[in-house]
Nanobody
Framework: QVQLVESGGGSVQAGGSLRLSCTAS???????LGWFRQAPGKEREGVAA???????NYAASVRGRFTISKDNAKNTLYLQMNSLKPEDTAMYYC?????????????????WGQGTQVTVSS
């Protein structure tokens, strides 16, 4: 059983930065991990993913601004978000699954955190 807990969300002005963290209990270092977000009235979408080898995949909307990384020793996943825009405002979730590599499809992930809110004002 894997439990995920996100932290680091908050309110920032456009152009600012935030770093999200996702701490896992359970065995996740060989799993595919991802960050997703969901804005009010919209479907959950993939933001970034990282596989067991450290390879990464990003949504086009965040590529070049966001960086996903992980610390296996701390069992923690990170999302560094720079040059934030108002359209990045959403609830951000981390997810894990042993069957995926770099997928940005939410339906492929079995384990989810409770989410952390990110609000970017113009």
């Amino acid at each position: 059983q894997v439990q995920l807990v996100e932290s680091g969300g908050g309110s920032v002005q456009a152009g600012g930065s935030l770093r999200l963290s996702c701490t896992a209990s359970g065995y996740t270092y060989n799993m595919g991990l991802g960050w997703f977000r969901q804005a009010p009235g919209k479907e959950r979408e993939g933001v970034a993913a990282i596989d067991r080898y450290g390879d990464t995949n990003y949504a086009a909307s965040v590529r070049g601004r966001f960086t996903i990384s992980k610390d296996n020793a701390k069992n923690t996943l990170y999302l560094q978000m720079n040059s934030l825009k108002p359209e990045d405002t959403a609830m951000y979730y981390c997810a894990a699954d042993s069957r995926v590599l770099l997928s940005l499809w939410p339906s492929y992930y079995n384990y989810w955190g409770q989410g952390t809110q990110v609000t970017v004002s113009s």
